[in-house]
């Protein structure tokens, strides 16, 4: 099992930066691909960005430009830089990790942290 703690989320003005780190811990060479989702009330999961062990990175058309995700493999930890934050970035935002070729129905998810995007 694979283990995933979220922190950096809070509170910020629109056109400010966040910068969220999700550390992984347990099995983590079951996993392969890292991201970040996001949820906003009333709204479904979506994908924000994720970035691969060889460090591919995709990213949704929304925060191209914006956003940059980042993992250091050695800390088994990823990271969201956030800037020019929009009120509508506003969502609780999610850590996932997948599972490599030869776990490929790992599926973590940790916790959660809160972004604000507010006057």
């Known amino acids: 099992q694979v283990q995933l703690v979220e922190s950096g989320g809070g509170l910020v003005q629109p056109g400010g930066s966040l910068r969220l780190s999700c550390a992984a811990s347990?099995?983590?060479?079951?996993?392969?691909?890292m991201g970040w989702y996001r949820q906003a009330p009333g709204k479904q999961r979506e994908l924000v960005a994720q970035i691969t062990t060889g460090l591919t990175t995709d990213y949704a058309d929304s925060v191209k430009g914006r956003f940059t995700i980042s993992r250091d493999n050695a800390k088994n930890t990823v990271y969201l830089q956030m800037n020019s934050l929009l009120p509508g970035d506003t969502a609780v935002y999610l850590c996932?990790?997948?599972?490599?070729?030869?776990?490929?129905?790992?599926?973590?998810w940790g916790q959660g942290t809160q972004v604000t995007v507010s006057t």
């Open positions: 347990g099995s983590t060479w079951r996993i392969n691909s």
């Open positions: 996932n990790a997948r599972g490599n070729a030869f776990h490929p129905r790992d599926d973590y």
